[in-house]
């Protein structure tokens, strides 16, 4: 069963059409980009499936759960972090954190545990006795995480989690972030300035006036994007004739280049396909150096895909 099944889920405010019809389904452990400028309507899906916005029409699942017919179950499931979040400056981070523990209604005795586990997590150990309004912002940030696992949520729903941030602190979310992932948690986070999240996440979707324009796996949108990958291949000079000779003849090549050192490939084929590739090079005994698949550039994606229609 999908952790997070949305289906032509729509928002209308007074004038404005803020989400069209978005559908979109989550397995569990994916980690999903939401990208888009600002006023793309990230902040009211995430609201949405947040339970603390009622879509206009279409249907919201979490854990396969309605948000809107069951929006209590939904709540114990689910960790929302807002983009703007509340400080609550006079509390000390271990009072803060019990408090929202409370609020989940976890028991008293569990408590000191379970708060120390989330500070070990987001590494604000030593800052257990320290007052909220003492933190870095990216403490605070970090913080704010924590409190969204208490109740160890299946699902978190991060409203750009590292906006606001300096270089350093976007790492430490970041690293934290990876742990999450690790644990088997199903994340959405919204970015409108994509961070690095092309390694991290597994899927990305990118919204514009309140539609996805493309969505899916993130090779997926990628070859979607740009029609395919591109393999650089290392070859010393003097195989370079044979191996771009070998390559014309492989399935799913579309094209050979030198660039430098390398040889870059266009490739239309799938992850699956891409040993053939090398396989084919080492059959004809070319001496292969390196072989990769050029890095997923998010940036780049997010560019050609929005080019004109961002303002
Ligand atoms: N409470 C509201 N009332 C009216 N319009 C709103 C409200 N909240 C957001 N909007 C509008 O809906 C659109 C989407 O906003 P939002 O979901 O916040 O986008 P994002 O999070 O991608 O920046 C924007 O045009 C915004 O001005
Ligand atoms: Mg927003």
Known sequence: MPMVEITNLRKEYKNLVAVKGLSLTLEPGDIFGFIGPNGAGKTTTIKMLATLLDPTSGVARVDGIDVTEHPEEVRARIGYMPDAFGVYDDFKVWEYLDFFASAYRIPRPDRPALIDDVLELTTLTEKKESYVEE????????????????????????????????????????????????????????????????????????????????????????REVTGGRVLEIRVPPSDRPKAAEILAGVEHVRGVKEAGDMLRVDYTGTLDDQSEVLLALIYGSVRVQSFAEQETDLEDIFLRVTKGLVA
């Open 135 to 222: 933190l870095s912002r990216g403490m605070k940030q970090r913080l704010c995480l924590a409190k969204t696992l208490v109740h160890d949520p299946k699902v978190l729903l991060l409203d750009e989690p590292a906006s606001g941030l300096d270089p350093r602190a976007r790492i430490e979310i970041k690293e934290l972030l990876k742990e999450l992932k690790a644990m088997g948690k199903t994340i959405i986070i919204s970015s409108h300035i994509l961070p690095e999240l092309a390694d991290f996440c597994t899927s990305v979707g990118i919204i514009e006036r309140g539609e996805l324009i493309v969505a899916g796996p993130i090779d997926a949108v990628m």
